[in-house]
C-alpha cells in the first residue's frame, strides 16, 4: 500500500473515532435531560388521558353488558366505581385549571403593580404642592 492511501486510511479512522468520541467527551447531558422533560406529559394532559380511558372502559363495560357478558350484580359496582373515579379526575382536571388561572392573574398583576389609590392620591397632592412653590419662587 503507498503512503498516500495509509495517509487516507489514517485520516478516515481519526475522523471516524473523532465522531464517536466527540459527545462523551464534550457531554450531552444538558440536551438529553431537556428532551427528556420535553417527552414527560404534564399533569393536566396525563389526567385527560386518564380521563379518556375511563371514558372508554365505561363504554366497553356498558357493551358487555348489553352483550350478556356480564350480569347486573358485577356490573353495577364496576360501573358505579368507574364514574366515581371518572368525576375524581375531571375535579382535578378543574383543579388545575383554576389553579392554572389563578397563577396567570397574579403573574398580570404582579407586572402592572398598580398603586393603590391612596398612594395615587397622595402622589398627586405633592405634585400639586411642587407646581404651587415653583409658581412662588417664579413670582
Not at 38 to 53: D, N, V
Not at 116 to 123: C, G, K, L
Amino acid at each position: 500500500m503507498s503512503t498516500a492511501g495509509l495517509f487516507l486510511l489514517l485520516a478516515i479512522l481519526a475522523g471516524s473515532l473523532a465522531f464517536i468520541v466527540w459527545p462523551l467527551i464534550v457531554g450531552s447531558n444538558t440536551t438529553e435531560s431537556a428532551f427528556e422533560e420535553s417527552l414527560l406529559p404534564s399533569p393536566r394532559a396525563s389526567l385527560q388521558a386518564e380521563h379518556e380511558s375511563i371514558l372508554n372502559t365505561i363504554r366497553d363495560l356498558d357493551f358487555d353488558f348489553q352483550t350478556g357478558k356480564l350480569i347486573e350484580s358485577d356490573y353495577q359496582p364496576q360501573r358505579s366505581a368507574l364514574v366515581a373515579r371518572g368525576i375524581e379526575t375531571l375535579m382535578q382536571i378543574d383543579g388545575l385549571k383554576s389553579e392554572l388561572a389563578e397563577s396567570a392573574i397574579t403573574a398580570e398583576r404582579s407586572r402592572e403593580r398598580i398603586a393603590p389609590p391612596s398612594d395615587r392620591i397622595e402622589t398627586s397632592i405633592a405634585a400639586r404642592r411642587r407646581a404651587k412653590a415653583n409658581e412662588k419662587t417664579i413670582l
